[in-house]
């Protein structure tokens, strides 16, 4: 089968930050894997475990969601700023009922972000938390002028303000974030964005509303009717369950069966539909795209790893998952003129993440890779095509500073698969060509094993005068990349 790629028609951007990450109070998200204290035997800049930010820097991560998830709405940012021997330690009774020390607080978040080399995306707490402490957290953060929290933040070592770039009002405020209705989180939210400071006239901050669960799309049609003018963009929550079920039962991991396989390509194609139906509604708000859908929370969630807090939410990274990413990032794509940014849930130790730690050691998950074989998608252009796939493949492409990308997902647990591609004449040299691939459906890199599934060189592309051709093997992610 073949796509014939319109490269001379304009498409839209493929914003980089459809390739946001995710760090919450968590299990082991941020404490032993991200922040490890300026005090700590294993490496680290200013507290910051260095082999783990080295990793990410590689793939350019270019914002990072935090405090929360659930964790945000219990969240009081005074409790993670100053001395701290003096800040107050409460229990995270979202996950796992531990002790939370706030040792990892704003001062904290934004050094990381400085060595990543990223954006700052924080949630505010509506759930259990006041307008005023939202208004003067984003004082804290961003007032360069003289008042009470730009003194009280240079008092505690910050002379300048730092830039916010995103700021979401709620989390999942149609459950854990508050069990509110669609139209009493309307006017909250309404009420809340009315005393978001801007301090920076010439780079205003960027304001998420909570937006949907999954199909809810009444959610988005109350929000968007109430509240859609005082927007910039709306989350959207969807997670990728083998069983579909919540619970014990939602399938594990590892040693799942074939038609576990079946079911998550399955349903993490579901994340197409959603997009489309819950656009389709925004249009009626909003017919240029104006506000943006912001799929926050997206990714694998499985049974945990035995014997790990079941809080935790730890679980293993196979060549699935590196599937799972593919197909949504091309769906992310496919929706560039609507969505804007995506945050797989979560970065480092937490349901499907890039990074595994155990103690001083590192490992990079199949998922990791796809993140950086995608990353000559960032804000290139997207090039949309005429034709047929195979089953079982997915492809996306796009075209920046004279480069054509093609990335490519064949799903099929056992077959291979073949797709040309034509229209492409403009394009002479294959630059790079990367594969990612495993023979079992669970393959996956261990503590022992840190390198049983990563990139390698990729021989299955022959490009000629009618075009490029690709040979797939089965379970499969490919990029090409043609100068």
Known sequence: ???????????????????????????????????????????????????????????????????????????????????????????????????????????????????????????????????????????????????????????????????????????????????????????????????????????????????????????????MKYAGEYLDGISLHYYTLPTGQWGLHKGDATGFPEAQWDSTMTRTKHMDELITRHSTIMDKYDPDHKVNLIVDEWGTWYNVTKNTNPGFLQQQNTIRDAMVAAINLNIFHKHADRVNMTNIAQMVNVLQAMILTDGSKMIKTPTYYVFDMYQKHMDAELVSGIGSVPENVSYTASQKDGTLTISVVNYDVHAANQLDFIGIQAYQTIQTATILTAKAMDAHNTFEDPDAVQEAAYTGATLSQAGLQLKLPAKSVVTITLK
């Open 1 to 223: 089968m073949s796509i014939e790629l319109l490269t001379q028609k304009s498409g839209p951007k493929i914003s980089k930050y459809i390739y946001g990450q995710f760090s919450e109070h968590l299990g082991h998200g941020i404490y032993g894997s991200l922040y490890v204290g300026e005090d700590s035997d294993m490496p680290n800049v200013n507290g910051m475990r260095s082999d783990v930010v080295n990793a990410l820097k590689a793939i350019h991560v270019p914002v990072l969601r935090w405090p929360g998830g659930l964790f945000a709405d219990t969240y009081h940012w005074q409790d993670g700023i100053g001395p701290k021997d003096t800040r107050k330690k409460i229990v995270n009774t979202n996950w796992g009922d531990v002790t939370e020390d706030n040792s990892f607080g704003t001062h904290e978040y934004f050094e990381l972000l400085h060595q990543l080399g990223a954006d700052a995306y924080i949630n505010a707490n509506i759930g259990s938390g006041t307008v005023q402490e939202m208004a003067e957290w984003v004082e804290y953060m961003t007032m360069a002028g003289e008042s009470p929290m730009s003194k009280l933040r240079q008092k505690n070592g910050r002379q300048d303000p730092w830039s916010l770039k995103f700021f979401g009002i709620g989390n999942e405020s149609w459950g854990g974030g508050g069990n509110m209705r669609p139209e009493y989180y309307a006017d909250v939210y309404r009420q809340y964005q009315t005393f978001l400071p801007q301090y920076d006239k010439d780079h205003p901050i960027y304001k998420v509303a909570c937006g949907p669960n999954e199909d809810d799309y009444n959610w988005t049609d109350t929000l």
